[in-house]
């Protein structure tokens, strides 16, 4: 379709397509040109008035219409001029309209309304229908050209796509001079000469038509007006926008918007789980009731054990039950996000993004998988000049240095690739790992040859990084030395300076196609013997100087090196909650679930935690949102800064005049300490309010550079005070009071890099705040909960969005042992924030942490403690069958009912979440044995290693679970290593195995009468069992012929027949040994 530079508009909501008919829009014209000149909408020529002076409808611009078009225009559309959208005034010999103002100037009464009744009759003539004749007017069939004018005649969409103001488009004919509308009777000599039109100089040349040159100002100054209209959202009552406060704008369209919703769990669902949670805990009353009312006397140590052990587990599963209440699913609109955001002809008002990638040992976090996670970023589906990509190598390792230089050459081929190509995932190792049909969708004929292209180059690209990794494993006497011959810095590990290397960027270089790189920084902190460099939370914070420094993005992303970006849109998944007009503002972090590749298919040691992400996760989305879980997180820069968040405006509230005086005045004291509260309130603002601005002013200090003395003494408290919360770099605290982000003004490249190096050494955090309100939070190994932890206490909310395509995908280490390593360090850091002053029993009371959101973040701190009623209990069923006693005394007809109603609402709780929650049984119940496994193991060495170092001093270093397994499907999962938390678990499943046999074997020496009490301590003693199945499977290692459950149960029975055979034995007779004559004389 060609345009001939002519302008395109229209509207994707009302699928319109238009091409305006203007060569020149925005040109001021004059009377004197507007002579013999054609209507810009229709074609016709504009017509002569009375006056002998040609018509013009708008007098600030003088756009060129005729009288039918700006009649219609007043009737059926916004009444406005399609130009400079001034409203038309009624003009003599036009009917009026509604809005019309009472005129003075003239008296028209004859032409106050429209008598012409006659469309149909001329609609009828042209044979078009009537709605097309009020349309286009009055016309001649010799006058139109039947093939020249359509039946459906498109609405036009002026100015902004979220304009809803139309007018009428009639295609261009070929003649000037064919006609539309018909032409009145004037006197055609008045056509020919135009008199000269008096001018009063005093008035404004508008008036007369002429238009003035401040029309471009006022029709900009409007256009900004109605976008600033467009974003009016009041954040008051419920977060519902209310009405916009100009009348005459349209209605809400599609970009205008909400960006996301809550798409509440159906009441079918939710509400019979809510009342089964409610009957368990009657239920759990009554059970508790029975069991202290009901002690055991020859077995009271058991007994008061096993009741202690109970009250525990029920107060856990309180704890973790109730923040499940109000679950909540959440959807995004992305097209929506564009129509908001990316409007054509206009830059991209997309939120920059700093994206953080950390690491540290490359030997376990193999560098093929960090290049495929920075690959990743790259190709995201967001603008390119938004995104940088910042990775920390906190071991100063060689290897790395190189790997993401060979990963941003290769990127130049592969982001136009995947852009051009629309492929997913972007990791190229999974992309082509895919079992799947890679043509499905595809119509583009140069795929398949570039696709192979590519899959040659990537395989080429991980022999060169392969050949690295072999280098660095022996490494050199002298330590590593770079291509120029200059000794690597980071040779020592523990003493090297910051380092920082853009490899992509704003320095020129661009991807195979001349298109431009998202940022790629390479950054590794400085390290000093002496200092404490707080491992994963001290490199984070490094991270976020560095990248205000040289971005200062309002948002940021944080992955592990193994978790690469499965979803394109992720970053814009995010952004719809962000940048939500609505609610965003309140927002500190976007929480997305975690997905993991390489996992055997019935997930043995629940790896993928299903029930976390999929249950937990949902039911603290709809109280304060969820817990940050350390890898795949978007924050805002302003939330990690330690500011509370914005504060909600409440409408004042409603008084009432009709009480009493009597009524009044008893209610006056209590009036009294209402207003001394509220006095104590304003005075707190009053201060906060002067904290800002002197905040803001000390900003300006920065910006400016303001010499003197009074500057000086103006700006030192507020400078003291920032340097002691973020340091001493004024280029970083100056960006802090950014809130939208951006680079300070008036800084170059060169200051920028001194200042990142500075923000990144040792001594930097010494005397400020980072650490302890600002950035993560130091204090524990688990720095993601006590870090979104403190965000929550300080009125900030997050959100869990679970995209139909996950969003990213990482590894989890699938070995037993490295599993259990792996709860060992999540337990240990529980333990030491349950042991430290941000311990959620005692920290942040007052504050903007809501109660259930607080009793999720006592239920992830106290879990460990569960290990030792766990390991007890565990124990009880094989004492129980040693020692012939039981915890519960001859059961009742009335404890039996007890105990079934028990163990019935545990099972319909568990199914219900199941069915709201969307996990399988599978799952469930994968779960459900880890908890055993891992509460009996890594819980219970966490606790006495937590106790040991914040009690004794006695410091613990976590190991780096690997990350990559061995050539082979699944073959680390059968790989045995041998480690001290094995020792419980398989005490715990010998030592029940045992005492099955001992029991059974005791029945079937006692006879009929025994199998009745050995009932239940058989049922504990398998529960225990089957709940070890996983580990003893592990133990077992990989069985090519025999499953490992036959080999379990061939030692069971062998036992049982054994013992069997030793109590029947048909050798032995039953009445006794017979003694006979053997016929020799022993004398």
Request: glycine share 8%; with cysteine.
């Amino acid at each position: 379709m060609a345009t001939n530079g002519r302008l395109i508009a229209g509207s994707h909501n009302r699928n319109e397509f238009i091409l305006i008919n203007a060569d020149e829009v925005g040109r001021v014209t004059s009377v004197k040109e507007l002579s013999g000149q054609i209507c810009q909408i229709c074609g016709d020529e504009i017509e002569i008035t009375n006056d002998g002076e040609p018509f013009v409808a708008c007098n600030e611009c003088a756009f060129p219409i005729c009288r039918t078009c700006y009649e219609y225009e007043r009737r059926e559309g916004n009444q406005a001029c399609p130009q400079c959208k001034t409203r038309y005034k009624r003009i003599k010999g036009s009917p009026r309209v509604d809005g019309d103002e009472e005129e003075d100037e003239f008296d028209d009464l004859v032409n106050e309304f429209d008598l012409r009744n006659n469309d149909v009759e001329y609609s009828s003539q042209m044979n078009i229908v009537p709605r097309a004749s009020s349309i286009y007017g009055f016309a001649t069939p010799s006058e139109v050209d039947g093939g020249s004018v359509s039946h459906e005649v498109p609405l036009l969409t002026y100015g902004e796509e979220d304009n809803d103001s139309h007018a009428l488009i009639i295609p261009p004919f070929e003649g000037r001079s064919r006609r539309v509308h018909p032409m009145q009777c004037f006197d055609t000599s008045s056509s020919i000469s135009l008199p000269p039109r008096p001018m009063d100089p005093k008035k404004d040349l508008a008036v007369y038509g002429y238009g003035t040159v401040a029309w471009k100002h006022r029709l900009e100054e409007w256009r900004k007006r109605q976008a600033d209209n467009l974003e009016i959202i009041k954040h008051e009552g419920n977060g519902s926008g209310g009405d916009l406060d100009d009348a005459d704008l349209p209605k809400m369209d599609e970009g205008r918007q909400p960006l996301s919703r809550k798409i509440p769990i159906p009441s079918s669902k939710i509400s019979p789980y809510r009342m089964v949670i409610l009957l368990r805990v009657v239920i759990l009353g009554l059970f508790f009731h029975y069991r202290i009312l009901h002690p055991v006397n020859d077995a009271f140590g058991l007994w008061l054990t096993s009741v202690i052990c109970e009250i525990w587990f029920a107060v856990s599963w309180i704890l973790d039950q109730f923040p499940k209440w109000f679950p909540i699913e959440r959807e995004t609109y992305l097209d929506r996000l564009s129509l908001r955001y990316e409007k054509d002809r206009k830059a991209c008002e997309l939120a920059p993004i700093d994206v953080f990638v950390s690491t540290v040992d490359p030997l376990k976090e193999p560098p093929l998988i960090t290049a495929n996670t920075v690959l990743s970023i790259l190709a995201v589906d967001y603008p390119m000049d938004k995104v940088a990509c910042y990775v920390s190598d906190d071991g100063a390792a060689m290897l790395t240095f190189e790997a993401l230089s060979e990963t941003s050459e290769f990127a130049r081929k592969w982001v136009p690739f995947c852009k051009k190509f629309s492929i997913e995932p972007r990791a190229p190792e999974w992309y082509f790992a895919q079992k799947v049909d890679y043509l499905k969708d595809k119509v583009h004929p140069a795929f398949v040859r570039e696709r192979r292209a590519m899959k040659r180059d990537y395989e080429e690209f991980k022999i060169r990084i392969n050949g690295l990794v072999s280098m660095a494993q022996k490494v050199p006497e002298d330590g590593w030395t770079m291509q120029d011959g200059t000794p690597w810095p980071g040779n020592n590990v523990r003493d090297h300076p910051g380092m920082i290397q853009v490899f992509l960027g704003n320095n020129g270089v661009q991807d195979v196609e001349g298109n431009e790189l998202p940022r790629l920084v390479y950054v590794s902190r400085e390290k000093k013997p002496g200092f404490d460099h707080h491992k994963k939370a001290g490199a984070m914070n490094a991270l976020i100087r560095v990248s205000a420094v040289i971005t200062n993005a309002p948002y940021m992303l944080n992955v592990d090196c193994d978790h690469y970006i499965n979803n394109s849109k992720a970053m814009r998944e995010a952004m719809c909650f962000m940048m939500d007009p609505i609610c965003g503002k309140k927002i500190c972090y976007v929480q997305f679930p975690q997905r993991f590749d390489g996992i055997d298919r019935h997930d043995r040691y629940s790896n993928r935690n299903v029930v976390f992400f999929d249950i937990n996760m949902k039911g603290l989305d709809g109280i304060q949102g969820p817990i940050y879980v350390g890898t795949g997180c978007v924050f805002r820069r302003q939330a990690l800064y330690g500011f509370d968040a914005p504060s909600k405006t409440k409408p004042p509230g409603k008084t009432c005049n009709c009480l009493p005086k009597w009524c009044s005045c008893c209610f006056s004291s209590r009036n009294k300490k209402k207003s001394k509260g509220n006095s104590k309130k304003m005075m707190k603002k009053m201060k906060k309010m002067m904290e800002a601005s002197t905040r803001i002013h000390a900003l300006e200090n920065i910006e400016k550079g303001d010499d003197g003395v009074d500057s000086e003494k103006s700006s030192l408290v507020p400078q003291v005070k920032s340097e002691k919360k973020f340091g001493q770099s004024p280029v970083f605290v100056g960006s802090t009071f950014l809130e939208d982000g951006g680079v300070l003004p008036g800084t170059s490249s060169a200051s920028l890099l001194k200042e990142a190096i500075h923000v990144i050494s040792c001594g930097y955090e010494d005397k400020t705040e980072w650490g302890k309100e600002v950035g993560w939070i130091y204090g524990s190994v688990t720095e993601d909960i006590l870090t979104g932890f403190k965000m929550h206490c300080h009125g900030w909310r997050s959100v869990y969005c679970i995209p139909k395509r996950p969003a990213f995908k990482g590894s989890a280490p699938i070995n037993l042992s490295d599993r259990l390593h792996q709860v060992l360090r999540w337990a240990l850091g529980s333990v030491e924030i349950l042991l430290s002053r941000h311990c959620p029993i005692w920290y942040g009371y007052g504050c903007g942490l809501k109660p259930l959101e607080r009793l999720s973040y006592i239920n992830s701190v106290v879990y460990p403690l569960t290990s030792l009623p766990l390991v007890a209990y565990c124990t009880l069923p094989a004492v129980c069958l040693l020692t012939g006693k039981f915890i519960v005394p001859e059961i009742s007809n009335y404890a039996s009912i007890i105990f079934m109603l028990m163990f019935l609402s545990i099972a319909l709780t568990s199914i219900l979440e199941i069915q709201w929650g969307g996990v399988g049984i599978d799952d469930f119940w994968r779960n459900e044995q880890f908890w055993v496994i891992g509460g009996v193991s890594s819980h219970l060495f966490a606790l006495f290693q937590g106790l040991l170092k914040v009690l004794a001093g006695v410091n613990t270093n976590f190991t780096v679970t690997s990350k990559g397994g061995d050539d082979g499907e699944f073959s680390e999962l059968y790989v045995f290593k041998w480690t001290t938390l094995l020792i419980p678990p398989l005490t715990l499943l010998f030592f029940n195995i045992v005492g099955v046999v001992v029991g059974i074997s005791d029945a079937i020496s006692n006879g009929y009468e025994s199998w009745g009490p050995l009932f239940g301590r058989l049922f504990f003693a398998i529960w225990v069992i089957l709940h070890l199945y996983p580990f003893l499977k592990g133990m077992m290692g990989k069985q090519k012929n025999v499953p490992t459950i036959i080999v379990v149960w061939s030692i069971l029975l062998a036992s049982i027949l054994t013992l069997l055979w030793v109590r029947v034995n048909p050798f032995v007779s039953k009445d006794g040994i017979v003694l006979e004559v053997c016929g020799l004389d022993c004398d």
